[in-house]
Structures are given as structure tokens and as C-alpha cells.
């Protein structure tokens, strides 16, 4: 280490030297070296010079310290200075660089002789011993770690001594400190759970026996008193073929015996999960062998689980095409690694044959020793594609629908876009108009004849309840097939189509939860629909009742519209009428009474007396005409009571068989239960006068029938709501009777003015005709239905409440006209208020009082008549009040008199009927009433009546 140049060693001095130690040098494989404290060497032995591989020359030509690595430079330079001042150096380590570049580590033992300054050395090559040192205490390390980490400790037991031995770890998982010396047998296996115990005694005496390997997961319990799980394992060790020892390992598997268990409620969960998914899942291997199936695999193939895995499709599929398809995928796929998608139809030999299946396919682990596995996800999308196609015919009627303006136009569209979807022969769809109650037929297709045939097969008489009951079906889809051909009329309810129709499906059309019609689809082909058609035909139908209802709402708005314009009509032209008979009544009241004032200055032999008793004559035909403007105003006074109507019928048909011709046949039709109509009997009679008149003039010269049919019939809201006259009428019983000609019927313009006063068809001059009509059976609280048809004929339906209960079959009411007294004067007296606008009527009224004994105050309207009797109230006995007049009428009056007296006797007059009039004045009865125009003594004797306690009241 600190050898000097020769050159500095006495001449005398070196060979000695060199034979002194050359022997020393060549004795053994160490590197011996003589070297000068100046850091050269003198002398190296061969192994030095084989170990690092230069010359002698090379390594004493400079200092030894050019071949220690620079970083331990400064340590060999420490090392020489110890050795300069005598101190030996032992073990000192450093690194030289061999010739071939490597680093040789040399470990030094050294001593200097200082008197001469020389030091003799001796280095060991250590670089071999140090890698396998380190080597070794990384295999120590890493036994160590792995144990720690896999939580495996290793142990032995001599069999002779029961000496036992544990690596670190063991007593780590014991928990307990580590030492040399481990506890006994018998003190380890006391830790673990006393079941597990006699197993563990019996495993390693069996082992000790015969030698054979074990292992075994017990129950184990740590010395702080933590309960895991170990697994114990051994193997013996045999010397001269007996058992001296055993060892293994022991190992904490609480965490993997968790796991395990976790695994496998992991996979009970995943079996859980892919059992309940609709989509068929399973895993085979590519030659065909299931690995993992579940219930929807099992149940589309017809099997169950537990005999699918482990079989192969082969076995489970007969169809080879398909067969061989399905391996070539799992192939592709496998060799791929990638997921591939398509669809196929289901294999014959399976529950999935006929049906769509999409199939989504990925590699998947095998188990070991299995061939490459694939994983298939397959889904019967049949279903699904179904309604898809479904919906988009359905988005395409929505969309059409949307736009279409008419009825018919939208049972084209319909029938277009469901052909697309059913390929069906023939189509109908009819809509219910249960205002008429009747059937509309909306579109009707047959493909063979073409697009848009008409559909005139329903009757004209034909109602809802006998076309739903035609159709055989209640609120759902109905599908009807046959094998063989039937009779038309049993299989075929409605509808006329070029072949008899042996498969067909009817559906309610709905909208709002109400069926409004029916829609159906029919093939000449037995068994061509099933309950899909069905189902899908009633959804098709459901969608359509929105624009049906729409169009159909849209038709009926104008409808309502025209009846509402009509009404209005009616009660404007009723109003009118109504006026005029009202101040006519009063001109006729004034005329009569001076004609029968007249009368009583006229000697019966004068000549006038003919020509006032004509002008009385024809004041009464005049009122006559008044009542007649005030029935058809609905306002008139009627003789109402209990008649048969069948009776009236025969009568009419008696009278007027002079007045119809030859060539006309009248039927008669008559219902013997149909029940009694309270009515006026002269009003009623004019009825069937004009309408069987008027049918026989639309007959004319040509052969013709008129048809009088009478009955009872239940009318619903929406029967009366379709009548000419739709007053709210109660629903409920009427009797009813029809006059039906075959004559030339009216068309639409025609009918919708038949009702309008002084229109007619025939020439002028003919009066009110059926405009007196609708006012008398408005005033009956009845109704009218008309049905008319160019070519055809026309029909008219009267309705008359039926009387309901013993109670109103009674004594027919009067109408309060007495018999009339002729001019005299009568006995008695009082004072008598007369109240009306009429300055004539006054004026003639008062006289006629006067006549008959009474004192008479006269008011020109309501107020001047109330003060009057407010001055006059005590004296008063009697008040004649007319019900129109200015200021204050005579409801108003009448009530302001009862206030002040009330126990006044009112008579009240008016050109209105008494049920108007009785109606206006409900809460201020009793009252008596009298209709104008009447005769002068009537009202006087009614009023005499009144006052002497015998009335007759009107």
C-alpha cells in the first residue's frame, strides 16, 4: 500500500530482500505486496498480477494510488497514514481497477517496518464473497418481506428433542415478541380453537407415521386475543428412512378466507343478477362447450341451467347451418379480441325459432385447460321491433292526421297508412253520431275494387245500439276468423266488399274514454290476423279518434251553430208575433165592446142589429187569428186536458178522407198501449190536419202512401237535442205520432225553412201553416223531428209528454170563460179598480161595470193604479189588472197591492196564455185570471162571481 521505487532501497539490501520474500510471495492465492511509505510498490506477487491483470513493470511504474477508485482515495490515503506511523492496518477494504476496466474490491491486511519505510501487505479479492454476501442478505431480506407480505412464517420441529424453531413472521402472526427461543408444541397449538385442535394433533402424527405432506385452515386465536384464520401446512424429513423432523409454514389467511368468501356470495350475486336479466346471457368456448348460462339461455333453448353447462350447442341446436354460423362469430371473435354485433333468426329446435334475435359477442376468460371462451349477450328483440315499426306508422298517421281537413280525408289517410302496416283486403271505419243516433260511415276501401268505394250499406233507420250489437264486440279489439266459408249475413255484419272477408278485426275507436265508432280491417284469407292484429288495430284506432273527433266536433259546431241561429230566429219571429197579437187583442177588445154597448141602444128590430152581430162575428174570428200568432209565439191559452191520441188519429183520418185523393193510401200504424197526452184536443187536431194535408200535397198526381204511425218512446237528451226544438226538454217518456208520405221530400235548403212563418212551397195565401205548428207543440212542452230526402219523401215525429203518474190524470182544467150573460144588468154592487193602457178598453170596460151594478175607479197603468188604491184601499173590493203596461206592469202592482192589502181580489188580464202568465206571478198567488180578448160580460160576471163567493175560476 505505501511501497517506495527501488531506487530508494540500498543495492546491498534488495536482493535479500526479494529472497526473503519471494517464497512468502508465491505461498498462496492472496495478493502479497511490498510496498514504500512514499505509496509505490516494489514488489507484487503473480496473483496480483493475475488478478488485475498488468505487468509487473505497468503496476510499479507509478504510485499505487492511480488504481484505487477515486472514491476511495481518501480513505487508503488515511489507511497509509496509520501505517507511517507504525499502526497496523486489518480489514481495510477499497477498490482497484483491474486492467480490463472492472473494479476489484481487495481487503488489506498491512504493517509498516517505519525504521525502514517500508510496509509488507497482504489483500484478499473480496468482490465475489461481498456479491454473494449481498446476495444472500437480499434472498434474507426478500424471504423476510414476502413473508410479511403473504403473511407466511416458516417452523420446524426436531421429532427427538420436540425442539421447535419459527421465522419472524410466525411469531408476528402469534403475535408475540421475537426471540431464539419460541414457545413449545404444545404451547403453540393451545392458540388454536379447541374443534380444530384433535384434527391438528391427528394430521401431524399421521404425518410423523408415514411421512405424508398436510395442510390444513383451522381456527386460530392470537396471543392479544384476536380470532383469524391460518392455514397450517408441513412436510417430514427423513434420515436413514425415519422421520427426525418436520417443517412448513404457517399463514394468516383471515383477509383470503374473506375474500373467498366474498367471491363466492359475488358470484351467487352475479348468478342472481344475470338470472334475472330478460337478455339471454352465456359463455361458451369455440368448439361449443357452455361455461356460464342463465335462466333466460336455458329457457329460449328449452332446457334448464344444471344440463346446459358442460354440454355443447351442438347438442342443444339441431340446426347446422345456423349451427356452423355461430362458431365461425365465436371464432372471429376470439382470434380478434375484439366485440362484434348482428342478428339472426332463431334456430330451428329451439323455443326461439321464428323470432329476431340481436346478439352482442367478447372474448372471455376460459378456465384453465379449456379452449379460447366467448361471451354472448343475446336479446329477442321481435317484440321491440314490432313497436317500432308500429310507431313509426303511428308518427306518420299523427303527422298526416295533423293536416287533414275532412272526415273523409282522414279515413283515406288512415286506410293508406294502415295498409302499409297490415296488407289487409278491406277497410272500413264508421264514426257514431249519437245526436241522430245513427251510424256515419266515413271510408271504406276494398283493394281489389280500389281506393275509396263508397259505403252505403248502413239503413236509414239503423241506431247505434243495433249496429253495436251487429258488430259483436263491447269495449275491446275483436278478432273474427273462419276456416270455411260461412253465410254472408252470419259472419259479415256490415260493410259490402268484392269477396266474403274470412278474417277480420274490429276495434272500438276511442277518444276521451268514449268509444265514438269503429274501425276494421278484413283478408278473403282464412286466419290471416291473430290477437297481435288485434291488439296493434285497437291501438291504430285509439290514435285515430282524436282527428275523427276533431273533424266530427268541427261539423257538429256548424250544426249547433244553425240550430242556435234558428232558435233565435223562432223566438225573435215569436217575440214579433207574440206583440201583435197582444195590442190586436186590445183593438179587438175595444172593438167588441162598443159593438156589444151598441147592442144594448139598438132595438132588436133595427137593421144595424144584423150588421154589429156581424161585427162581433168577426172581432171573434179575428181573436181566433190572434191565438193562433200567439200559439205559434208559444204564448197562446190552451184547453188543456186527458186524451187518447189514437182516437184523434182516426177521427182526423175520418174527416179528411173527402179531402185526400184516390190515388194517396193513408196506413195507420196505431200502438194500443200507447198511453193518454194531456193537450189542447182543437190544437192538436189542427196539427194532424196540416201535416196530413201537407203530405198529401207532396205526393201530388202520383201514386203515393202516407204512413200515421203513434207509439211511446224513451227520448234520451241527445234524441230531443236533434228535434227542431230543444227547449231543455226533460229526458223521459213521450208519445209520439208520425205522419210519413212517399212524396218528393226537401232537400236541405228547402228543410232548414219550413219552420219560418208564411214560407211555403204551394202558392201564396196560405197562412202560418207549420210555423203554428212549432208554436203549439213548443206550448205542449213537446218537440218535433223531421226527416226529409229528395225523391224519397219526408217524415214528421211529434213528441208529447206522456203522463207519468195517476196524479196528473185529472179533471180537464177550464180555460175560465163563462157562459156568456148577454147585456142585462146585474143585481149587487162594490167598487171594482180597473187598471189598463187602453184608453178604449177603459172606456168600454167601464161602462159594461157599471152596467152590472159596480163602482169603478180606472188607472191608465200600474202606478197611477196603485195609488188609487192606496187612497181607496178599505173600499175597494175587487182589481182588474191588465199584466202590460208603461210605467210599472202588472206583476210589479200586484205585488206593491198584496203588501198593502192582503187579502185583495185580483183579476188578472193579459193576451198571454195562463201558464206564462201563472208562471211570471208563482209567488204572488192566488190570483184569477182572464185572457184577452174577452167578451165585456164575461168579465162581468166573473167579477160578480168572485165577489158573491162563487167562482168559476178561469
Known amino acids: ?448 275494387l280500389g281506393a275509396d268505394t263508397p259505403r252505403p250499406v248502413i239503413a236509414p233507420d239503423t241506431s247505434l245500439e243495433e249496429y253495436r250489437s251487429e258488430l259483436r264486440f263491447k269495449d275491446r279489439a275483436t278478432l273474427m276468423n273462419r276456416d270455411c266459408a260461412p253465410e254472408k249475413s252470419e259472419f259479415v255484419p256490415m260493410g259490402e266488399t268484392s269477396r266474403l272477408s274470412l278474417s277480420l278485426v274490429f276495434a272500438p275507436v276511442r277518444w276521451a274514454d268514449k268509444i265514438i265508432g269503429v274501425m276494421s280491417i278484413q283478408s278473403y284469407t282464412a286466419g290471416r290476423f291473430a290477437e297481435q292484429d288485434a291488439e296493434d288495430l285497437e291501438a291504430f284506432a285509439s290514435q285515430c279518434g282524436g282527428a275523427l273527433s276533431r273533424h266530427r266536433a268541427e261539423q257538429e259546431r256548424v250544426l249547433f251553430e244553425d240550430q242556435l241561429q234558428n232558435a233565435r230566429r223562432l223566438e225573435s219571429l215569436g217575440m214579433m208575433a207574440g206583440g201583435i197579437a197582444h195590442d190586436f187583442n186590445n183593438l179587438l177588445m175595444g172593438i167588441m165592446g162598443n159593438a156589444e154597448l151598441a147592442l144594448l141602444d139598438v132595438p132588436d128590430d133595427n137593421p144595424a142589429q144584423a150588421a154589429i152581430r156581424d161585427l162581433i162575428r168577426t172581432s171573434q174570428r179575428a181573436g181566433d187569428l190572434c191565438r193562433q200568432m200567439l200559439a205559434y209565439a208559444g204564448q197562446g191559452s190552451f184547453a188543456m186536458e186527458e186524451a187518447a191520441i189514437n182516437g184523434l188519429v182516426a177521427e182526423i183520418v175520418r174527416m179528411l178522407e173527402v179531402n185526400i185523393p184516390r190515388h194517396v193510401r193513408v196506413r195507420q200504424h196505431l200502438d194500443r198501449d200507447t198511453p193518454d197526452v194531456k193537450m189542447d184536443v182543437t190544437q192538436v187536431r189542427q196539427i194532424l190536419m196540416n201535416l196530413i194535408l201537407n203530405a198529401s200535397d207532396a205526393i201530388g198526381e202520383d201514386p203515393g202512401e202516407i204512413t200515421i204511425r203513434t207509439g211511446l218512446r224513451f227520448c234520451t237528451r241527445k234524441m230531443l237535442s236533434a228535434t227542431w226544438i230543444d227547449d231543455d226538454l226533460p229526458v223521459g217518456e213521450y208519445v209520439f205520432f208520425e205522419v210519413r208520405d212517399t212524396g218528393k221530400g226537401m232537400d236541405e235548403a228547402t228543410l232548414v225553412r219550413i219552420f219560418d212563418p208564411f214560407f211555403s212551397t204551394k202558392f201564396t195565401g196560405r197562412g202560418l201553416g207549420l210555423a203554428s205548428v212549432l208554436g203549439i207543440v213548443r206550448a205542449h212542452s213537446g218537440a218535433i223531428a223531421v226527416k226529409s230526402q229528395p225523391g224519397v219523401g219526408s217524415s214528421f215525429t211529434i213528441y208529447l209528454p206522456a203522463l207519468k203518474s195517476a196524479a196528473e190524470r185529472k179533471s180537464p182544467s177550464r180555460d175560465g170563460s163563462p157562459s156568456p150573460v148577454g147585456v142585462r144588468r146585474m143585481s149587487g154592487g162594490g167598487t171594482v179598480l180597473f187598471v189598463d193602457d187602453d184608453d178604449v178598453i177603459r172606456s168600454v170596460i167601464t161602462r159594461f161595470l157599471m152596467l152590472g151594478g159596480f163602482n169603478v175607479l180606472s188607472a191608465s197603468d200600474g202606478l197611477e193604479g196603485l195609488e188609487l188604491f192606496r187612497m181607496h184601499a178599505d173600499t175597494i173590493d175587487a182589481v182588474v189588472l191588465d199584466m202590460t203596461m208603461p210605467k210599472m206592469g202588472g206583476a210589479e202592482a200586484l205585488a206593491e197591492i198584496r203588501r198593502i192589502r192582503e187579502d185583495a181580489i185580483v183579476l188578472v188580464s193579459s193576451g198571454y196564455s195562463v201558464e206564462e202568465t201563472q208562471e211570471r206571478l208563482r209567488n204572488l198567488q192566488p190570483v184569477t185570471f182572464i185572457q184577452k180578448p174577452y167578451k165585456p160580460e164575461t168579465l162581468v160576471q166573473c167579477i160578480h162571481d168572485l165577489l158573491t163567493g162563487s167562482p168559476r175560476h178561469p
Open 1 to 448: 500500500m505505501a511501497p517506495t521505487n527501488e531506487s530508494d532501497i540500498p543495492d546491498s539490501d534488495v536482493p535479500s530482500v526479494v529472497a526473503n520474500f519471494r517464497s512468502l510471495f508465491d505461498l498462496g492465492g492472496d495478493l502479497v505486496c511490498l510496498a514504500s511509505t512514499q505509496g509505490y510498490f516494489l514488489e507484487v506477487n503473480d496473483a496480483f498480477l493475475d488478478t488485475l491483470g498488468y505487468t509487473r513493470e505497468e503496476l510499479l511504474a507509478v504510485p499505487f494510488v492511480e488504481f484505487v477508485h477515486p472514491d476511495d482515495r481518501a480513505p487508503t490515503q488515511e489507511a497509509m497514514a496509520d501505517l507511517r506511523i507504525g499502526r497496523p492496518v486489518q480489514g481495510f477494504e477499497n477498490r482497484y481497477r483491474a486492467k480490463n476496466g472492472s473494479w476489484v474490491l481487495l481487503r488489506w491486511n498491512s504493517v509498516s517496518q517505519t525504521e525502514r519505510d517500508k510496509i509488507l501487505a497482504v489483500a484478499r479479492d473480496v468482490t465475489r464473497f461481498r456479491d454473494e454476501s449481498r446476495a444472500h442478505e437480499r434472498y434474507l431480506r426478500l424471504a423476510k418481506s414476502m413473508q410479511r407480505i403473504a403473511s407466511i412464517g416458516g417452523w420446524e420441529v426436531d421429532v427427538e428433542s420436540g425442539e421447535l424453531f419459527w421465522t419472524e413472521e410466525v411469531f408476528r402472526i402469534y403475535e408475540l415478541p421475537v426471540s431464539d427461543d419460541p414457545p413449545t408444541v404444545e404451547e403453540a397449538v393451545s392458540h388454536y380453537h379447541p374443534d380444530d385442535i384433535p384434527l391438528l394433533r391427528r394430521t401431524m402424527e399421521e404425518c410423523m407415521e408415514k411421512g405424508e405432506p398436510w395442510s390444513l385452515e383451522l381456527r386460530f386465536t392470537t396471543a392479544k386475543k384476536r380470532e383469524i384464520d391460518v392455514r397450517a401446512m408441513g412436510e417430514a424429513v427423513r434420515r436413514d428412512g425415519r422421520v427426525v423432523a418436520l417443517y412448513g409454514t404457517f399463514q394468516d389467511i383471515t383477509a383470503e378466507k374473506a375474500a373467498r368468501t366474498e367471491l363466492h356470495a359475488s358470484r351467487e350475486r352475479f348468478r342472481k343478477v344475470i338470472d334475472l336479466m330478460p337478455q339471454m346471457i352465456y359463455a361458451k368456448t369455440i368448439d361449443g362447450k357452455f361455461i356460464l348460462a342463465n335462466q333466460a339461455t336455458a329457457a329460449g333453448i328449452g332446457t334448464t341451467v344444471e344440463s346446459l353447462i358442460g354440454r355443447t350447442d351442438s347438442e342443444m341446436i339441431g340446426d347446422a347451418e345456423t349451427l356452423r354460423q355461430i362458431r365461425d362469430r365465436d371464432r372471429d371473435v376470439s382470434e380478434s379480441g375484439e366485440m362484434t354485433r348482428f342478428s339472426m333468426a332463431g334456430p330451428r329446435g329451439t323455443r326461439l325459432r321464428g323470432r329476431t334475435i340481436d346478439l352482442v359477442k367478447i372474448p372471455f376468460p376460459s378456465p384453465p385447460g379449456e379452449p379460447p371462451a366467448v361471451l354472448t349477450v343475446a336479446e329477442d328483440v321481435t317484440g321491440r321491433r314490432h313497436l317500432e315499426r308500429r310507431n313509426e306508422v303511428s308518427r306518420a298517421l299523427a303527422a298526416r292526421l295533423s293536416e287533414s281537413r275532412t272526415l273523409a280525408e282522414s279515413g283515406r289517410i288512415i286506410a293508406q297508412e294502415l295498409y302499409r302496416y297490415f296488407g289487409y283486403d278491406a277497410f272500413f271505419v264508421d264514426y257514431f253520431d249519437e245526436i241522430r243516433n245513427k251510424v256515419v260511415g266515413v271510408y271504406n276501401e276494398d283493394t281489389p
